[in-house]
């Protein structure tokens, strides 16, 4: 089977009801990173922090994959479908994806302040971390997600799967933050690569097909491009 990799940032799960951050409107018109995404700011005001991220919890919880989820889900049927999202909700695997990284850490999880390596599972019925929630190592209790100024653990293993890919699929990330952005660099030449916005994103690599739509309507249309492509392939060789 051939190697789809998926790269998803939060326009993926727009249409399931969540927020994206620059979009106007986004999270980041509301609330300033340094305060809610960032250690220095959890240190500063523990409580906004875990208040913004028990809110976005709650929605994830309500939220259902859409189209765009199934779709990709489908797909497994015919290749091996890979998705490396720097999306914190969970909507892919709700979906039935089998294969999810997330780089930016998981809504669903807890960690220590103190050690990256000590992750806790969230409670689904009692989802909410507390002010005064610690690890066992006595540190307070944050959420499992990567801050900006802190390192991408999954880096290395997601651009060990971008090499890999037959195909590369973007949907719904502005590709403003990096590392995550720099893995359509990973591609080897000549190796297609699809983005599916409604917006225009700016991709500086050769051979680009962009499709200019929402998830749910850009994945419908990237089977059938995906078809195309590999059956030209076949036809060549
Ligand atoms: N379908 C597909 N894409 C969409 C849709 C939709 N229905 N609606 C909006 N988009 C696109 C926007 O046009 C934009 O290009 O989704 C993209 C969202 O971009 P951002 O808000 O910048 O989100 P993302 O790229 O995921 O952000 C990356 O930034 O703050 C951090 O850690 C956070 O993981 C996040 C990272």
Redesign the pocket.
Known sequence: MKNIVVL?????S??SGIA????SG???AQHR?EDV?TPEGFQRNPQLVLDFYNKRRRESLLAKPNN?HIGLVEMQHEYNVQIIT???DNLHEKAGSSTVIH??GELMKARSSINPDKVYPLDPLNPDINVDDKCEDGSPLRPY??W?GEAVPLMAEAEEIVRRADALVV???????YP??GLINYVYAGTPIYV????E?SVSRGKVHFIR????E?VAELKGLLKEQFEHNKNKQ
Request: charged share 10%.
């Open positions: 998803t940032g939060a326009g993926m727009a249409e994206t951050f620059r979009d986004g999270l980041w990173v995404a765009g720097q999306n914190v780089l930016h997600i990567v900006f949907i719904g990330t502005s590709l403003n933050v995550a952005a599916i916005d409604p917006n994103v739509k929402g998830a749910s850009g």
